[in-house]
Nanobody, 115 residues
């Protein structure tokens, strides 16, 4: 059974930081590209950051320079370090595992940026 479990969300003030983690089980983690997506109320889900199996990264323009994605294949984990958070970063953040055949999603974790 494949599971992606996100953690680390919460309430933070503007300018603050959070670190999200996603732990995978039931997949050969090293062959998957891992991504973080987010969905704000009333908006479509959007890509935040992705890291390929080879370690290449890509970021949405809105988070470049503020967010950093990393992976630990031995622990089957992908993290998203979020700094200089803004109210517009408020959303449910989802972890996604992508291969040439299958895609899997986590259940999401809420991030709220508010004073």
């Amino acid at each position: 059974q494949v599971q992606l479990v996100e953690s680390g969300g919460g309430l933070v003030q503007p300018g603050g930081s959070l670190r999200l983690s996603c732990t995978a089980s039931g997949i050969i983690f090293g062959i998957y590209s891992m991504g973080w997506y987010r969905q704000a109320p009333g908006k479509q889900r959007e890509l935040v950051a992705v890291i390929t199996s080879g370690g290449s990264t890509n970021y949405a323009d809105s988070v470049k320079g503020r967010f950093a994605i990393s992976r630990d294949n031995a622990k089957k984990m992908v993290d998203l370090q979020m700094d200089s958070l803004k109210p517009e970063d408020t959303a449910v953040y989802y972890c996604k595992a992508t291969s040439s055949i299958f895609d899997y999603w986590g259940q999401g974790t809420q991030v709220t940026v508010s004073s």
